[in-house]
Protein backbone atom coordinates (compact mmCIF):
# COMPACT_ATOMS: atom_id res chain seq x y z
CA UNK A 1 0.00 0.00 0.00
CA UNK A 2 1.43 2.96 -1.29
CA UNK A 3 1.19 6.15 1.15
CA UNK A 4 1.65 9.72 1.83
CA UNK A 5 2.28 10.93 5.16
CA UNK A 6 1.46 14.33 6.21
CA UNK A 7 0.97 16.41 9.95
CA UNK A 8 -2.30 16.96 9.93
CA UNK A 9 -2.05 19.65 12.00
CA UNK A 10 -3.06 22.62 12.92
CA UNK A 11 -0.34 24.79 12.40
CA UNK A 12 -0.38 27.93 13.49
CA UNK A 13 2.28 30.36 12.26
CA UNK A 14 2.00 34.19 13.52
CA UNK A 15 1.87 36.77 10.35
CA UNK A 16 5.19 37.36 8.39
CA UNK A 17 6.34 34.19 9.61
CA UNK A 18 7.80 31.30 7.40
CA UNK A 19 5.59 28.20 7.43
CA UNK A 20 7.16 24.83 7.20
CA UNK A 21 4.99 21.71 5.67
CA UNK A 22 6.15 18.13 5.52
CA UNK A 23 5.53 15.05 3.86
CA UNK A 24 7.13 11.54 3.59
CA UNK A 25 6.28 9.15 1.12
CA UNK A 26 6.33 5.14 0.65
CA UNK A 27 7.17 4.87 -2.93
CA UNK A 28 10.73 5.14 -3.41
CA UNK A 29 10.55 5.07 -6.99
CA UNK A 30 8.21 8.31 -7.31
CA UNK A 31 8.75 10.84 -9.43
CA UNK A 32 7.19 13.29 -9.14
CA UNK A 33 5.50 15.58 -6.27
CA UNK A 34 2.67 18.38 -6.12
CA UNK A 35 1.17 20.60 -3.96
CA UNK A 36 -2.70 21.36 -3.24
CA UNK A 37 -3.92 23.98 -1.47
CA UNK A 38 -7.53 23.62 -0.31
CA UNK A 39 -9.55 26.49 1.25
CA UNK A 40 -12.63 25.14 3.02
CA UNK A 41 -15.42 24.37 1.20
CA UNK A 42 -13.47 24.48 -1.77
CA UNK A 43 -11.61 22.02 -4.37
CA UNK A 44 -7.72 21.81 -4.61
CA UNK A 45 -5.78 24.34 -5.70
CA UNK A 46 -2.26 23.01 -7.53
CA UNK A 47 0.24 25.78 -6.22
CA UNK A 48 3.66 24.19 -6.34
CA UNK A 49 5.00 20.57 -8.81
CA UNK A 50 8.86 19.30 -8.36
CA UNK A 51 10.27 16.75 -10.02
CA UNK A 52 13.94 16.77 -9.24
CA UNK A 53 16.18 16.60 -5.82
CA UNK A 54 16.81 20.37 -4.16
CA UNK A 55 14.63 23.12 -4.27
CA UNK A 56 12.37 24.89 -6.41
CA UNK A 57 10.58 28.86 -5.84
CA UNK A 58 7.84 30.36 -7.15
CA UNK A 59 7.14 33.23 -5.51
CA UNK A 60 6.62 33.25 -1.59
CA UNK A 61 6.55 29.37 -2.06
CA UNK A 62 9.69 26.90 -1.98
CA UNK A 63 9.28 23.18 -2.63
CA UNK A 64 12.07 21.10 -1.65
CA UNK A 65 12.66 17.40 -2.74
CA UNK A 66 14.63 14.95 -1.29
CA UNK A 67 14.45 11.83 -2.77
CA UNK A 68 16.81 9.68 -0.64
CA UNK A 69 15.18 10.18 2.38
CA UNK A 70 11.58 10.26 0.55
CA UNK A 71 10.86 13.60 1.53
CA UNK A 72 9.07 16.59 0.18
CA UNK A 73 8.65 20.02 2.05
CA UNK A 74 7.02 23.15 1.26
CA UNK A 75 7.78 26.53 2.53
CA UNK A 76 5.44 29.56 2.44
CA UNK A 77 7.39 32.94 3.66
CA UNK A 78 5.90 35.98 4.54
CA UNK A 79 3.10 34.25 5.27
CA UNK A 80 -0.92 35.87 5.08
CA UNK A 81 -3.88 35.17 6.77
CA UNK A 82 -4.76 34.35 3.33
CA UNK A 83 -2.58 31.51 3.54
CA UNK A 84 -4.64 29.86 5.81
CA UNK A 85 -6.02 26.62 4.40
CA UNK A 86 -4.97 22.85 4.03
CA UNK A 87 -2.22 21.86 2.14
CA UNK A 88 -2.72 18.22 0.17
CA UNK A 89 0.78 16.97 -0.71
CA UNK A 90 0.64 14.65 -3.25
CA UNK A 91 2.66 11.82 -5.01
CA UNK A 92 2.38 10.27 -8.81
CA UNK A 93 2.74 6.28 -8.68
CA UNK A 94 6.33 5.38 -10.33
CA UNK A 95 4.26 2.53 -12.45
CA UNK A 96 5.05 2.93 -16.01
CA UNK A 97 1.28 3.49 -16.91
CA UNK A 98 0.25 6.94 -18.33
CA UNK A 99 -2.78 7.54 -16.04
CA UNK A 100 -1.00 9.28 -14.03
CA UNK A 101 -2.31 8.38 -10.71
CA UNK A 102 -1.84 10.76 -7.52
CA UNK A 103 -1.55 9.34 -3.78
CA UNK A 104 -2.83 11.79 -1.51
CA UNK A 105 -1.63 13.20 2.13
CA UNK A 106 -4.34 13.75 4.47
CA UNK A 107 -3.19 17.48 4.22
CA UNK A 108 -2.43 19.87 7.24
CA UNK A 109 -4.19 22.61 8.15
CA UNK A 110 -2.04 25.97 8.64
CA UNK A 111 -3.25 28.70 10.74
CA UNK A 112 -1.97 31.86 10.08
CA UNK A 113 -2.80 34.83 12.57
CA UNK A 114 -2.56 38.61 12.51
CA UNK B 1 -5.99 27.91 -21.33
CA UNK B 2 -7.88 24.64 -20.46
CA UNK B 3 -10.82 25.07 -17.92
CA UNK B 4 -12.57 22.06 -16.02
CA UNK B 5 -16.88 22.21 -15.49
CA UNK B 6 -18.35 20.07 -12.95
CA UNK B 7 -22.12 20.51 -12.13
CA UNK B 8 -24.07 20.83 -10.14
CA UNK B 9 -22.54 22.77 -7.15
CA UNK B 10 -24.48 21.18 -4.74
CA UNK B 11 -26.80 18.40 -4.37
CA UNK B 12 -29.36 16.90 -1.86
CA UNK B 13 -30.85 13.35 -3.01
CA UNK B 14 -33.03 10.31 -0.95
CA UNK B 15 -31.80 7.35 -0.61
CA UNK B 16 -32.38 4.74 -3.47
CA UNK B 17 -32.09 7.71 -6.18
CA UNK B 18 -30.17 7.81 -8.70
CA UNK B 19 -27.05 9.90 -9.35
CA UNK B 20 -25.60 11.88 -12.27
CA UNK B 21 -22.51 13.94 -11.98
CA UNK B 22 -20.93 15.36 -14.92
CA UNK B 23 -17.99 16.58 -15.85
CA UNK B 24 -16.27 18.38 -19.09
CA UNK B 25 -13.35 19.84 -19.87
CA UNK B 26 -12.54 22.39 -22.76
CA UNK B 27 -8.89 23.15 -24.13
CA UNK B 28 -7.26 20.75 -24.35
CA UNK B 29 -7.74 17.12 -26.22
CA UNK B 30 -7.61 13.35 -25.25
CA UNK B 31 -6.87 14.22 -21.57
CA UNK B 32 -6.64 11.89 -18.41
CA UNK B 33 -9.99 12.39 -16.31
CA UNK B 34 -10.40 11.22 -12.71
CA UNK B 35 -13.38 11.01 -10.02
CA UNK B 36 -12.30 11.96 -6.54
CA UNK B 37 -14.29 11.84 -3.34
CA UNK B 38 -13.57 13.56 -0.60
CA UNK B 39 -15.81 12.26 3.17
CA UNK B 40 -15.73 15.18 5.74
CA UNK B 41 -12.69 15.34 7.56
CA UNK B 42 -10.91 13.01 4.94
CA UNK B 43 -8.68 12.67 2.19
CA UNK B 44 -9.21 12.53 -1.31
CA UNK B 45 -10.18 9.28 -2.54
CA UNK B 46 -9.57 8.07 -6.03
CA UNK B 47 -12.89 6.36 -7.66
CA UNK B 48 -12.50 6.37 -11.72
CA UNK B 49 -9.82 6.96 -14.04
CA UNK B 50 -10.06 7.35 -17.88
CA UNK B 51 -7.69 7.91 -20.18
CA UNK B 52 -9.21 7.23 -23.20
CA UNK B 53 -13.26 7.39 -24.73
CA UNK B 54 -14.76 4.54 -23.36
CA UNK B 55 -11.98 3.17 -20.97
CA UNK B 56 -12.96 3.31 -17.57
CA UNK B 57 -10.77 2.37 -14.36
CA UNK B 58 -12.34 1.41 -11.12
CA UNK B 59 -10.37 2.28 -7.89
CA UNK B 60 -12.45 0.76 -5.62
CA UNK B 61 -15.43 -1.53 -5.22
CA UNK B 62 -18.91 0.18 -4.72
CA UNK B 63 -22.23 1.92 -5.84
CA UNK B 64 -21.18 4.20 -8.21
CA UNK B 65 -20.05 4.12 -11.83
CA UNK B 66 -18.29 6.14 -14.19
CA UNK B 67 -18.55 6.77 -18.01
CA UNK B 68 -16.57 8.58 -20.71
CA UNK B 69 -19.17 8.97 -23.86
CA UNK B 70 -17.11 11.68 -25.54
CA UNK B 71 -12.97 13.10 -25.52
CA UNK B 72 -13.95 15.30 -22.66
CA UNK B 73 -17.01 14.42 -21.00
CA UNK B 74 -16.72 11.91 -17.87
CA UNK B 75 -19.78 10.94 -16.03
CA UNK B 76 -20.38 9.90 -12.86
CA UNK B 77 -23.73 7.82 -12.21
CA UNK B 78 -25.44 5.99 -9.51
CA UNK B 79 -28.60 3.53 -9.65
CA UNK B 80 -29.72 3.63 -6.29
CA UNK B 81 -27.70 6.08 -3.78
CA UNK B 82 -26.87 5.19 0.09
CA UNK B 83 -26.25 7.20 2.68
CA UNK B 84 -22.83 6.44 3.03
CA UNK B 85 -22.16 8.14 -0.69
CA UNK B 86 -22.50 11.63 0.49
CA UNK B 87 -19.42 13.84 -0.07
CA UNK B 88 -17.52 16.16 -1.81
CA UNK B 89 -17.25 14.76 -5.61
CA UNK B 90 -14.28 15.97 -7.42
CA UNK B 91 -13.43 15.83 -11.21
CA UNK B 92 -9.82 16.13 -12.37
CA UNK B 93 -7.73 16.17 -15.65
CA UNK B 94 -4.19 16.04 -16.48
CA UNK B 95 -2.46 16.20 -20.03
CA UNK B 96 -1.07 12.70 -20.45
CA UNK B 97 2.55 11.54 -18.46
CA UNK B 98 4.33 13.27 -16.17
CA UNK B 99 1.96 16.26 -15.24
CA UNK B 100 -0.13 17.84 -12.63
CA UNK B 101 -4.07 16.76 -12.12
CA UNK B 102 -6.35 20.42 -12.12
CA UNK B 103 -9.67 19.91 -10.37
CA UNK B 104 -13.47 21.19 -11.12
CA UNK B 105 -15.48 23.30 -8.57
CA UNK B 106 -16.37 20.26 -6.83
CA UNK B 107 -20.21 18.97 -6.55
CA UNK B 108 -21.11 18.64 -2.67
CA UNK B 109 -23.60 15.62 -2.63
CA UNK B 110 -25.78 15.20 0.59
CA UNK B 111 -28.08 11.86 0.96
CA UNK B 112 -31.35 12.08 3.41
Known amino acids: QKEVEQNSGPLSVPEGAIASLNCTYS??????FFWYRQYSGKSPELIMFIYSNGDKEDGRFTAQLNKASQYVSLLIRDSQPSDSATYLC??????????????FGQGTILTVHP | SQTIHQWPATLVQPVGSPLSLECTVE??????LYWYRQAAGRGLQLLFYSVGIGQISSEVPQNLSASRPQDRQFILSSKKLLLSDSGFYLC???????????FGDGTRLSIL
Open chain 1, 27 to 32: DRGSQS
Open chain 2, 27 to 32: GTSNPN
Open chain 1, 90 to 103: AVKDAGGTSYGKLT
Open chain 2, 92 to 102: AWSIKGNQPQH
